[in-house]
């Protein structure tokens, strides 16, 4: 894979509902970020906003913005500021009754390169995701080929697929994002522990959920980031949830090349195309790949 | 998912060109399983025959046998006295030039209950597989729907998927399998160590091998075994090749149940349905497949 190394950032905070605050210190770290070399920073899922999918509320749906909106405005002005290129995931109102749990991308220069919608929803106990967001659609790609709703973008420093949270437990968004030439995978992600299973479960937890984005790096041949937030945060009605952090990144070949633990962090990491390359020379999974039989996939069951 | 648990059996290995001791010390480990309680036991990949894809040489095919042969039969027999089922991987010759990389899948009574064709086939150094065999080919299963040549088997114990070596790496196999009811993926393998990438890469080869693997179970909420061979291979002309072994059982949530080094090592492990339910109805990934978006996984790229 052609191109040059590029460092990306990866912005791990927590977040209530002093908007103004959440992002003034989101921008801190930007800021601080970008200090370290990161040329394509990513924010946490619903960045801006504390996860209030811990209810179904109504109200709630007063927090999105759309796309352009305020948020995201004041993002593509600190991007274009520091010359660098940012994923910035939002609760994205698109209409009266359409909601989507998003992530901006935005160039260098301050303009939206596009948006991805979360196409896999969740609705667990808590995290009642279904509620509120309406899934990504498909689109007809330029091609013509195929539809989906994956996607892949062109930063000026290197082309990245974005993917949020429940996204990273299914195989087929990252093989689809990959095979769009994406040369690192993000996962804004919010995922926590309920404080009943934190210390039965609680490390199992973490560690099923990097090892099968591991995975993605693995059998892709792709830098994967994964972004999550931190801090415990109450819900009237419900025991909360604490945020376990844990973001990291992992080479082509899934080794963890940064990580973070549980609190506030701010990770870099540098996307080498030439690693990309030879992981896939000597491990060309790609090559043999049976399309031909992999109809199936397409079905709901099989047994 | 139903049923009630399983005992299974890994037995991983060295092999040598004498065939006769080769089997007869399988047999031996096979009954070491069977006195342990395994129900279903896996042997490793080719597993009566060192691994010769270290060359090109026609004289190699001569090594095949048909199914049912010779030393299925012997399997055939040991299963019925034993009263377990088996997976028996082989070379396999199925025609004049039709030869395969197989695995026969033996039931409790001694009978055939089918055969698996390795679906995709590596060609890297020393590991020239595209020379002797044939890729599984694709076939219409009983309901029209789909095609494909992944299967899974019903067994006397609990239903079963098997997939071979290569295609551990390919997140699509292990899904279809999973998709067809496999309560247990079964990967016999032959992967190792070349003696000049052992002490820079070896290590990281393994983790990355378990990970991938580890990542199926996670996306599938199926159980995982991998049974290697150990034990170093001269091949005159090359290096050779140190099998690693480190075979393994994982749990659907992809903890590892069952693990063993690099000598010679008779693994058991449980297959419990409950924990299969359980997992899925706390990580229901099943649910939200967006088999609607999936559509471009059957390209070869999509940039």
């Not at 924010?43 to 109504?58: A, R, S």
């Not at 995701?129 to 007809?140: C, L, V, W």
């Not at 070949?253 to 020379?281: N, Q, S």
Request: aromatic share 12%; glycine share 10%.
């Amino acid at each position: 894979m052609s191109g040059r190394p590029f460092r990306i950032g990866l912005i791990q905070l927590s977040a209530g509902y002093d908007k103004d605050t959440v992002v003034a210190t989101h921008e801190h770290k930007v800021r601080e970020a970008a200090g370290r070399g990161a040329q394509v920073v990513c924010l946490q899922e619903l960045f801006d906003l504390p996860y209030f999918c811990k209810v179904n509320d109504t109200d709630h749906f007063d927090l999105a913005e759309p796309i352009p909106g305020p948020t995201v405005e004041r993002m593509q002005a600190l991007a274009e500021e520091l010359g660098i290129a940012m994923v910035v995931p939002i609760f994205e109102r698109r209409a009266s009754g359409v909601y989507h749990n998003s992530a901006v991308v935005v160039d260098a220069d301050g303009s939206v390169l596009g948006v991805y919608r979360k196409m896999h929803i969740p609705d667990d106990p808590f995290y009642y995701e279904k509620y509120y967001f309406t899934p990504g659609e498909i689109y007809r790609r330029g091609t013509g080929a195929a539809e989906t709703g994956f996607r892949a973008f062109d930063t000026r420093f290197g082309r990245i697929g974005v993917l949020i949270c429940w996204d990273q437990w299914y195989p087929e968004g990252a093989r689809i994002t990959a095979l769009m030439g994406a040369q690192a995978l993000f996962y804004p992600t919010a995922i926590g522990w309920h404080p009943s299973e934190k210390e039965e479960l609680g490390a199992q937890q973490v560690d099923a959920w990097r090892t099968v984005q591991r995975g993605h790096a693995i059998a892709n041949g792709v830098y994967v980031a994964a972004v999550n937030r931190v801090g415990f945060e109450a819900e009237s009605g419900t025991d909360g949830i604490e945020f376990f952090g844990h973001s990291f990144v992992c080479d082509p070949f899934g080794r963890v090349i940064a990580e973070a633990g549980t609190g506030p962090t701010v990770l870099t990491a540098d996307v080498d195309p030439a690693r990309i390359e030879d992981t896939r020379r000597n491990w060309p999974f790609l090559r043999d790949r049976r399309i031909d039989a992999y109809g199936p996939i397409l079905s709901r069951w099989l047994a």
